[in-house]
């Protein structure tokens, strides 16, 4: 069975930063791209960063372009979003989700998520 | 590529027949067009991959179509289990985006 487990979000101030985890089990990690998607309060769904399987590609919605950075660790079996800079538009619930092993492939399993709060 | 669902809400009672509407702003890549279900406190779940293709898992009650800019989520009876917000997403094309949702809600 595929789990995902977020980890590290936090209530943080305007302008700080913040690293989220992704620890990944049930399949094999190093063959999938692995995405970092958020969800406002009551809003809908933004692809925020993706890496590929060997993360020699990545990719960012461009409102975080320049400020978060993705990475993977797969002797962690792990995802990572290093954010910095971060503004209170920032403010979501941040899922991890698994990809395919071809760019364009659905998320096809999502962890339960993280809570990310910027704010004074 | 912008995602436009409609309705925003639909209200349905257990049994009726339910049609999603996404609208792409753009051509979608070879039919990259998924949906996902999300109910209140859980992660979303996917449904649907490639237009038509159902995910592990989900019920042949559903069922997707379209292509170029314009897909569609069918149910063709609402259970219970199906009210819930109800996503469509493209990957064809970087950055993936999603619509804004459409909520699915008891009559």
């Known amino acids: 069975e595929v789990q995902l487990v977020e980890s590290g979000g936090d209530l943080v101030q305007p302008g700080g930063s913040l690293r989220l985890s992704c620890v990944a089990s049930?399949?094999?990690?190093?063959?999938?791209?692995m995405h970092w998607v958020r969800q406002s309060p009551g809003k809908g769904l933004e692809w925020v960063a993706g890496?590929?399987?060997?993360?020699?590609?990545?990719g960012y919605v461009d409102s975080v372009r320049g400020r978060f950075t993705i990475s993977r660790d797969s002797a962690k079996n792990s995802l990572f979003l290093q954010m910095n800079s971060l503004t209170p538009e920032d403010t979501a619930l941040y899922y991890c989700?698994?990809?395919?092993?071809?760019?364009?492939?659905?998320?096809?399993?999502w962890g339960q998520g993280t809570l990310v709060t910027v704010s004074s | 590529i912008v995602l436009t669902q409609s309705p925003g809400t639909l209200s349905l009672s257990p049994g009726e027949r339910a049609t999603l509407s996404c609208r792409a702003s753009?051509?979608?890549?070879?039919?990259?067009v998924a949906w996902y279900q999300q109910k209140p406190g859980q992660a979303p779940r996917l449904l649907m991959f490639?237009?038509?293709t159902r995910a592990t898992g989900t019920p042949d009650r559903f069922s997707g179509s379209g292509s170029g800019t314009d897909f569609a989520l069918t149910i063709s009876r609402l259970e219970p289990e199906d009210f819930a917000v109800y996503f469509c997403?493209?990957?064809?094309?970087?950055?993936?985006?999603f619509g804004q949702g459409t909520k699915v809600e008891i009559k």
């Open positions: 753009q051509g979608v890549t070879s039919g990259y």
């Open positions: 890496i590929s399987w060997n993360s020699g590609v990545t």
């Open positions: 997403q493209q990957y064809g094309a970087s950055p993936w985006t």
């Open positions: 490639d237009v038509s």
């Open positions: 049930g399949f094999t990690f190093d063959d999938y791209m």
């Open positions: 989700s698994k990809g395919g092993i071809a760019a364009r492939h659905p998320f096809d399993s």
